[in-house]
């Protein structure tokens, strides 16, 4: 199975500042016939479902504020929020779906400064 | 807009069965690849099952294995996961959810969650 690890396990920004998480995987998803990652990340707000962020390691779902990008290749991987915003306090969860099983992240925990 | 609606959980005794269901509105079911993932209380999450566009394929993480089996009638527009021989390991919460396999391929990202279903094993 393809671990992934996050860092840290959680973050406290202050408003208005940037937050990086980073996201290393066990092996490389990159799938060399396509050169596409197949990695992606998801935000949980308390009490709600996990909602999709970025997917193809940097292409930004539709509706996701351009606050939020995503970079890397390979087996490391980072999502930027460039300013928090109160709304951005979630568990953030990187994924890979290069193959079975699918596996996610233990999540990290964005708080307020 | 997509919508998915997760039903079927409850409390259920070790060794019990429960069938989950989810039903799916919005978008043309038989289009897209679904899987189900979930989310043990206070924890992360965890992928569980994954079915083809026909339900002709599927997927299971190993520990489930021999005891889940993941269906769907797209004619109903739902999907289902039947548990059985349930662990207490197994509490969670369940979430359906589409994979975005426009192109035909199921190795996708999640696009779309329903709110979940709690399962919760106990005697």
């Known amino acids: 199975d393809i671990v992934m690890t996050q860092s840290p396990d959680s973050l406290a920004v202050s408003l208005g500042e940037r937050a990086t998480i980073n996201c290393k995987s066990s092996q490389s998803v990159l799938y060399n016939d396509n050169k596409m990652n197949y990695f992606a990340w998801y935000q949980q707000r308390p009490g709600q479902p996990p909602k999709l962020l970025i997917y193809w390691a940097s292409t930004r779902e539709s509706g996701v504020p351009d606050r939020f990008s995503g970079s890397g290749s390979g087996t490391d991987f980072t999502l930027t929020i460039s300013s928090l915003q109160a709304e951005d306090v979630a568990v953030y969860y990187c994924?890979?779906?290069?193959?079975?099983?699918?596996?996610f992240g233990q999540g990290t925990k964005l708080e307020i400064k | 807009e997509v919508q998915l609606v997760e039903s079927g959980g409850g409390l259920v005794q070790p060794g019990g069965s429960l069938r989950l269901s989810c039903a799916a509105s919005?978008?043309?079911?038989?289009?897209?690849?679904m899987d189900w993932v979930r989310q043990a209380p206070g924890k992360g999450l965890m992928w569980v099952s994954h079915?083809?566009?026909?339900?002709?394929?599927?997927n299971y993480v190993d520990s489930v294995k021999g005891r889940f089996t993941i269906s769907r009638d797209n004619a109903k527009n739902t999907l289902y996961l039947q548990m059985n021989s349930l662990r207490p390991e197994d509490t969670a919460t369940y979430y359906c959810v589409r994979v975005d396999s426009r192109d035909g391929s199921g190795y996708r990202h999640f696009d779309s969650w329903g709110q979940g279903t709690l399962v919760t094993v106990s005697s």
């Open positions: 919005g978008f043309t079911v038989s289009n897209y690849w």
């Open positions: 994924q890979q779906y290069y193959g079975f099983p699918y596996t």
């Open positions: 079915t083809n566009s026909d339900g002709t394929t599927t």
